[in-house]
């Protein structure tokens, strides 16, 4: 056996060294050859077949240069778009992810010598969005995949549509109120018996002939006649008043309450939903998980719902970006007189202000602002079906 053989010490002591990720200055593109120190890389620059690779780069190099340059932007953005689609996330954490494959184009074969430089150029060609942080680089992928962009459009347009529907119903139903409110006074007679119930009329022998049209009985008696009903002044006024006599009269404003109160109680049935999550409010972060990091209990902006459970949240300390589940998030109430959004019962989706808290009941009282309700003021309103709008 052959001190150079595939089963020799030797061979398998330089597999094994062979495993990892060697230096970068150490590797040669256009052979694909790593070594593993300066003497080896030295040693492999001498060799015929690397002369031969470099006699062929010299005949074109920008264009060589080039189609390394394109196939590692396309590596790292395709890994992007599988790892970190939604996210931002530090450049660093991308590139080590990225460089995990030993046979990826290397970095020094193309045309950005840092990473830094690569990172600026993604910003540049708008093909991701870049800050630079005290704490090194961040990028996110801006995905403009045309599936993506077509479902987000019929999305948006599913929300539109739904926004209107809404919208013509609740005028629809607020018609209806202010008809029934035109129409009770006339509905409601004068009183138990309506006008002019009893009448007697005089017949030409001197008898006299009592009627009620509520009840339609005639009787006929000889020279006197008593009405079929006699009505004395306080039964009259006991009726009007609701009083044993007659039933109570129901006034057009409590019609109008009972409308008003159906309307609630539909909206309340077609708008409570097990999310929450909306774009621009703010909230508490009370994941323990994320107590470590020094996120927990602290506040952010929701900037992205997805799948209507998770958002991502910008903390407003430092700027960062978490992917948060609801379950780990809590509504802030903001001091009296700030601005407050629904985000379920009733009025979800409706801008307010908020005008006081009843902090016995955990319950906040809203007026409603812009949009058909706009002046509504709802008295009770449980603290977590508002959260403070961001500025």
């Avoid at 060294?17 to 694909?32: E, F, I, P, S, T």
């Avoid at 003497?39 to 005949?59: A, D, I, L, P, Y």
């Avoid at 030993?102 to 970095?107: A, I, L, Q, T, W």
């Avoid at 309700?373 to 709802?378: H, S």
Wanted: aromatic letters at 8%; glycine letters at 8%; a positive charge.
């Amino acid at each position: 056996m052959g001190k150079n053989e595939f089963l020799t010490p030797k061979a398998i002591a330089n597999r094994i060294k062979a495993k990892g990720l060697q230096k970068l200055r150490w590797y040669c593109q256009m052979c694909q050859k790593q070594c593993r120190d300066e003497n080896g890389f030295k040693c492999h620059c001498m060799s015929e077949s690397h002369q031969r690779q470099m006699q062929v780069f010299g005949q074109n190099p920008h264009r060589i240069v080039d189609g390394y340059s394109e196939e590692f932007e396309t590596s790292f953005l395709e890994h992007m778009k599988r790892s970190h689609r939604f996210s931002r996330v530090a450049a660093t954490v991308v590139y080590n992810e990225y460089i995990h494959d030993r046979h990826h184009v290397h970095m020094n074969s193309t045309q950005w010598a840092t990473l830094t430089e690569f990172v600026k150029y993604l910003g540049r060609t708008g093909k991701c969005k870049v800050e630079e942080t005290p704490k090194g680089w961040f990028i996110t992928y801006i995905d403009r995949d045309s599936e993506t962009l077509f479902k987000e459009r019929q999305k948006n347009k599913r929300i539109k549509a739904d926004i209107v529907d809404e919208e013509k119903q609740e005028k629809e139903i607020l018609k209806q109120i202010e008809r029934a409110g035109q129409s009770m006074p006339a509905a409601v007679p004068s009183n138990g018996l309506g006008p002019e119930s009893v009448r007697e009329v005089n017949l030409e022998n001197g008898a006299k002939i009592g009627f009620s049209l509520a009840k339609q009985e005639v009787k006929e008696r000889g020279e006197s006649s008593k009405l079929v009903f006699e009505e004395t002044d306080n039964d009259r006024g006991e009726k009007r008043k609701g009083g044993p006599g007659g039933e109570p009269k129901k006034s057009a404003k409590s019609a109008l309450e009972e409308l008003m109160k159906e309307e609630e109680k539909k909206k309340e049935r077609f708008n409570r939903k097990d999310y929450w999550l909306c774009e621009g409010i703010v909230v508490k972060v009370m994941s323990k998980a994320l107590a470590d990091k020094g996120y927990y209990k602290q506040k952010g902006v929701v900037r992205k719902v997805i799948d209507k459970y998770v958002g991502e949240i910008e903390m407003l300390e430092n700027k960062h970006v978490l992917r948060v589940d609801q379950e780990e998030l809590e509504t802030v109430i903001p001091q009296i007189g700030g601005l407050v959004r629904i985000v379920n019962g009733a009025y979800r989706g409706s801008s307010a202000r908020l005008l006081g808290i009843n902090t016995e009941k955990f319950c906040a009282k809203v007026q409603i602002e812009k949009g058909v309700y706009d002046g509504r003021v709802i008295p009770a309103v449980e603290y977590e079906d508002i959260c403070k709008a961001a500025q």
